[in-house]
């Protein structure tokens, strides 16, 4: 007997459709979309405007272009340098956090060693640690080391990432196969040919998962940039958005009445290299989260 909710033969399954689900997510869609149009609204505004304007309806005398130019030239060129110090950081941070994860990864995955359980439980435990709570004891660390207001201060707290090594961890576990590196230690490969040649490739997707986690919270990170750095000419784009915001609501020397109508325009530009990164990265950041947490 054929249960009620199954189809008739030869005729394929009606979809079931939720009304409070759909609801649901369209809360959800326009939660994550709202911020984004107006950012994208409020860039083709003037200072005026933004705030005798509707907020998500563009003013009469859209001027985004403008905008844009007077991003790039404000304090003679200063938002590029901060765009490219947000791409030196968040690179090298995003690179090297995923190398390290996948090589941590791999190695309490494949290697049996005295004390892995316990130094996996402390990595397991570094996870639930908020980043903002070692913020001051890496300031103390880094002003005895001497490197406090250098590239270094921001760049080396960012390579260790404890979810990016536990989530590479998982990830080998399953996509390195142990019959595939006895037989590469059998032919005489040493472990760091192995690792280079063999592994990395096989742990592609996970990596570039990592990858790209490292270089979203590197990219927006804030508070580490603000209290490492110094000079204006070493801040990321966030810190020096601030400094603009800032000079905006104090009226400080060098502020001008379209300085908001700026910070607004450089909050847009600054997110443009996320989006393009997230669109070329996507399919292999979906296979690296499918494929770790999926036992074969």
Request: proline share 6%; with cysteine.
């Amino acid at each position: 007997m054929r249960p009620a909710s199954a189809a008739p033969p030869g005729k394929r399954p009606r979809a079931r459709r939720s009304t409070p689900l759909t609801i649901a997510m369209l809360a959800v869609l326009a939660y994550f979309l709202l911020p984004l149009c107006w950012l994208l609204i409020a860039s083709t505004k003037s200072t005026q405007d933004l705030f005798n304007t509707f907020g998500l309806w563009f003013s009469h005398a859209p001027q985004l272009p403008a905008n844009v130019r007077a991003t790039f030239t404000q304090d003679d060129g200063v938002f590029v340098h901060w765009l490219l110090n947000t791409v030196m950081y968040a690179g090298v941070s995003a690179v090297g956090a995923a190398l390290l994860a996948a090589a941590g990864g791999y190695g309490f995955a494949k290697f049996r060693f005295l004390g892995d359980r316990a130094a996996f439980n402390l990595v397991l435990g570094a996870v639930m640690v908020p980043t903002t709570a070692l913020a001051i004891p890496t300031y103390l660390l880094f002003a005895k080391a001497g490197l406090v207001n250098t590239p270094w201060a921001v760049i080396l707290p960012s390579l260790v990432n404890p979810f990016g090594l536990y989530l590479m961890r998982i990830y080998a576990q399953d996509a390195v196969p142990d019959s595939l590196l006895e037989a590469a230690r059998i032919d005489g490969a040493g472990e760091a040919r192995i690792f280079f040649r063999i592994v990395l490739r096989l742990l592609g997707p996970g990596l570039v998962t990592v990858l790209l986690f490292t270089l979203v919270a590197t990219w927006n990170n804030y508070f580490l940039p603000l209290i490492m750095l110094n000079d204006p000419d070493l801040y990321p784009v966030t810190v020096g958005l601030s400094s603009w915001a800032a000079q905006a609501q104090n009226g400080g020397a060098g502020s001008s009445s379209d300085m908001l109508a700026l910070v607004v325009t450089g909050s847009l530009i600054s997110i443009v290299p996320l989006v393009v990164a997230f669109l070329l990265l996507q399919r292999y950041w979906q296979s690296g989260l499918a494929t770790g947490g999926v036992k074969q």
